[in-house]
């Protein structure tokens, strides 16, 4: 329901639309609300509105009621219809404003005075950001890549794994579980190859946007793995697994490194050189790099080129850390290029996966960010001059 005339307007309802709140009916709340104002003939006294986020996911779905100032926690469709009327249940409101003093019911959480600092010893998070991707399988393999990590981890620090995007929890809710389990430090780690925009803008957006729903929290930032020594080291071994021998001259192949491709050129210059870097550490006449998508050249390009310049086998490497679509993707090109040019003997070697050298560096990131020594805590003063020059509008990476 639309109310163009305010004038009339004695209440004002802000609807949460967040993903978490989405992902628990709050479009469903959304109407029962609007068809609980339109029955009783209420819509120009009361006029409502989605928020992108009202910052209390736990408890999902929000509803906050202004002038009064009462948060509520709408979990079922009576409750949704009695904030029409003011006639909630006391275990429904978060908390609420009257005469200047708030009122918290004494049975929901209690915002972030739950969570101030002074009430035990410190506790420290660490939340691991995994990319997501449309393709649970990867899901499991960041989730389960971390689990077999926490070995190797300090047990008194706590571990969780979230999400930027297609999968869940999200960066949001990860933040969330970490707090309610008493943290009061938590360190983000980014589980990203190169640092681009994702580690540049939208993960330290999520930091930031968390910091003014948790105070008293205080967050560090991990860098990316980038242009690591170890990752030379995973690239071998998968081009072992392949079948090519590391340590011997190949006078006809070439290596075609596979990325994801992306707009920042400063991460595509990583990739570059990190493609450089490999051919020096191996005795190739050609180690080409390419894309998956957003930009060039494509991995039909790399193919072509490296066709042009002479090689008879090829053994494309993917640069990706787990399983996903694009993953997918490549297999079947795989398989299309052995087709198109039968003359030539092409292999496709494994992403990187689980590997033990991928636990190196993510657990020398994981330190870099306790101990303070992390880049990434400059990123997030980077990305606090940029909102500011240039505004920022905070949105849930969660599709």
Not at 24 to 52: C, F, M, P, W, Y
Not at 98 to 105: F, L, N, Q, T
Not at 197 to 204: A, C, F, V
Request: aromatic share 8%; net charge negative.
């Amino acid at each position: 329901m639309t109310t163009w005339n305010l004038t009339q307007m004695q209440r004002h309802l802000l609807i949460c639309n967040g993903a978490t709140c989405m992902g628990a009916g709050a479009e469903e709340v959304t109407q029962q609300i609007r068809d609980e104002i339109r029955k009783n003939r209420l819509d120009e006294q009361i006029h409502t509105s989605r928020t992108r986020c009202n910052g209390r996911c736990k408890d999902k779905c929000v509803v906050i009621d202004y002038p009064k100032g009462t948060w509520y926690s709408v979990q079922h469709e009576e409750t949704a219809r009695d904030i029409v009327h003011e006639a909630v249940e006391q275990d429904a409101i978060i908390y609420s404003m009257e005469h200047g003093v708030r009122k918290r019911s004494d049975n929901r959480m209690k915002g972030i005075d739950k969570y101030k600092k002074g009430k035990g010893p410190m506790k420290k998070a660490v939340l691991f950001v995994g990319h997501g991707s449309r393709l649970e399988a990867g899901n499991i393999e960041v989730r389960e890549f971390i689990g077999q990590m926490k070995e190797y981890i300090d047990p008194a620090l706590l571990i969780e794994t979230c999400f930027l995007e297609f999968a869940s929890p999200n960066i949001e809710d990860g933040i969330q579980l970490c707090v309610e389990q008493g943290a009061d430090e938590i360190h983000v780690i980014p589980i990203i190859l190169l640092h681009a925009g994702h580690s540049k803008l939208h993960i330290p957006a999520e930091i930031e946007h968390a910091k003014e729903h948790f105070p008293d929290v205080q967050f560090t930032y991990g860098q990316t793995i980038g242009v690591h020594e170890e990752v030379f080291e995973i690239l071998k071994t998968r081009l072992t697994e392949a079948g090519f021998d590391v340590d011997q001259k190949h006078d006809d192949t070439a290596i075609l490194l596979i990325g994801r491709g992306g707009s920042d050129p400063y991460a595509n210059g990583d990739f570059y050189k990190i493609s450089r870097l490999l051919w020096e550490k191996l005795n190739v006449p050609i180690v080409e790099s390419a894309f998956m998508g957003v930009t060039t050249p494509t991995v039909q390009d790399g193919m072509e080129r490296c066709i042009k310049l002479g090689a008879k086998k090829i053994i494309m490497l993917p640069y990706f850390l787990f399983t996903g679509i694009l993953m997918e993707r490549m297999y079947k090109m795989a398989e299309q290029f052995k087709e198109s040019y039968p003359h030539i003997s092409i292999d496709i070697a494994q992403y990187f996966g689980y590997h033990p050298k991928l636990r190196t560096v993510l657990l020398e990131r994981m330190n870099q960010a306790l101990n303070g020594t992390s880049t990434g805590m400059q990123d997030l003063e980077n990305f606090r001059k940029f909102a500011e020059e240039q505004g920022y509008e905070h949105h849930h990476h969660h599709h």
